[in-house]
């Protein structure tokens, strides 16, 4: 059996609304997607935030940061910015994603699961990564 513990993290689960699946196909009419047909455990996405202690509190935090989400959640749809509808505010937050905010966040490994040393065949620890050429945004 696992050894779960607590962490002192929020988590926020967002799923796209029909909203903005009618915004996607809009800006790409030529590969509609079926809003009925999506999978809904593989379209969310999950965001550890400081843990606030209550969920209005984290609900409070996430209406100031709303437009970090957008843009992040956005992007990974298309990068084209200027297709991004406007303004990235807490209304088209609210359009754009079903949401919930969990003030109880529980790890089930334990901390030698995230440690980098394997994990990254191609990584010396002095020298970073060797055989990756990355580009910049």
């Not at 903005?20 to 009925?36: G, H, L, R, V």
């Not at 994603?97 to 334990?110: A, P």
Request: charged share 35%; with cysteine; glycine share 2%.
């Amino acid at each position: 059996m696992h050894d779960f513990y607590s962490i002192n993290r929020n988590a926020l689960i967002v799923r796209p609304t029909r909203a903005m699946i009618d915004w996607a196909n809009a800006a790409f009419p030529e590969d509609p997607i079926d809003y009925d047909e999506m999978d809904q455990h593989d379209e969310q996405d999950v965001f550890l935030l400081p843990d606030f202690g209550t969920a209005e509190e984290t609900e409070e935090w996430l209406r100031e940061n709303c437009e970090d989400f957008l843009s992040f959640v956005l992007e990974d749809w298309c990068m084209d910015k200027t297709v991004w509808p406007s303004p990235l505010d807490w209304a088209l937050f609210q359009r754009f994603f079903h949401f919930s905010i969990e003030t109880s966040v529980v790890d089930t490994m334990d901390e030698e699961y995230d440690d980098a040393e394997g994990d990254f065949g191609d990584f010396d620890e002095e020298e970073g990564f060797n055989d990756f050429d990355f580009e910049e945004n």
